[in-house]
């Protein structure tokens, strides 16, 4: 396989092929993530919950990023693997200014990941903008934005009723400023597939937003099953029936490629 490119990803959006991405924290899951051909790593800062066992996100340094953006990037250069690096820019590494969420970019870019992901709508876009005009491919997210869950005031489905004409304004405003990618979390699956029809130069990727997406994203260690708590409504777990990890990454794939998963009366909302 050809290394993931911004263009390929685009090529992928425009053909309709799925995307196809999940999260990954060190170097010997990145690697097998690649192997199974897995077209893009997240290092999420899901990290926080799932490596160093915080209860939210919010405590997640940017020091901590850099480190495990690291790991992944390393394990994916020992095999020369093609999947497309992004980074999760941690809470507080952007919201000061443009310029702060510049330099925390820029050590995320340093540390390997080929784009970095920020959280939120609205005053996000002047960041976004900032960011891809200086040579940094951004993915955008909104929906249930896990370092605001406080404000949010809980992990709960964003952008029902009133709220989805908001949200669809606010990705709007986030393609045009230059945003290549957008996760869509904890959204009505029928509102995520109405902005996937209508961006035309931003892939939305779903995690609890139905099938409708251009892609779907998982945190790795959900979906093999590795999970103290609660399973989220919109996980499936693959080494349920995989003989072990890399049958169940590739299961994984296969199923975003082939738009098994996620099966809408399930994972959905
Ligand atoms: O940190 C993370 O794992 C994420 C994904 C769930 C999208 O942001
Ligand atoms: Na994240």
């Not at 443009?98 to 820029?106: D, M, P």
């Not at 964003?158 to 709220?163: H, V």
């Not at 099938?211 to 499936?236: C, E, S, W, Y």
């Not at 995989?242 to 975003?256: C, E, H, I, R, S």
Request: with cysteine.
């Amino acid at each position: 396989r050809k290394p993931l490119s911004l263009p390929r990803l685009a090529d992928m959006h425009a053909r309709g092929e799925k995307i196809s991405m999940l999260t990954a924290y060190d170097a010997t899951f990145a690697a097998m993530a690649d192997a199974a051909g897995i077209d893009c790593l997240l290092v999420g800062d899901s990290l926080g919950m799932v490596c160093q066992g915080l209860n939210t996100t919010v405590g997640v340094s940017l020091d901590t990023m850099r480190y495990h953006t690291d790991s992944v990037s390393r394990g994916l250069r020992r095999v020369q693997g093609t999947a497309w690096l992004i980074a999760d820019l941690p809470f507080g590494s952007y919201q000061e200014s443009r310029e702060q969420a510049l330099r925390s970019a820029t050590v995320l870019m340093q540390a390997g990941a080929h784009m970095v992901k920020l959280e939120g709508g609205g005053w996000t876009t002047e960041t976004v903008r900032f960011l891809v005009e200086r040579g940094i491919p951004v993915c955008a997210h909104l929906g249930l934005t896990p370092q605001t869950v406080r404000a949010l005031g809980g992990y709960r489905v964003q952008g029902k009723g009133d709220a989805g004409a908001l949200l669809k304004q606010q990705a709007h405003a986030l393609q045009d400023a230059g945003a290549t990618m957008l996760v869509l979390e904890m959204v009505p699956a029928a509102l995520a597939a109405e902005l996937t029809a209508e961006l035309k130069h931003c892939a939305t990727i779903g995690i609890g937003a139905g099938k409708g997406t251009a892609g779907q994203v998982l945190v790795l260690h959900d979906m093999l099953g590795i999970n103290l708590g609660k399973m989220p409504k919109f996980v499936r777990n693959f080494m349920a029936d995989a003989p072990g990890v890399l049958p169940a990454l590739k299961a994984y794939v296969q199923a975003v490629k082939d738009g098994s998963f996620p099966d809408d009366q399930l994972h959905a909302w």
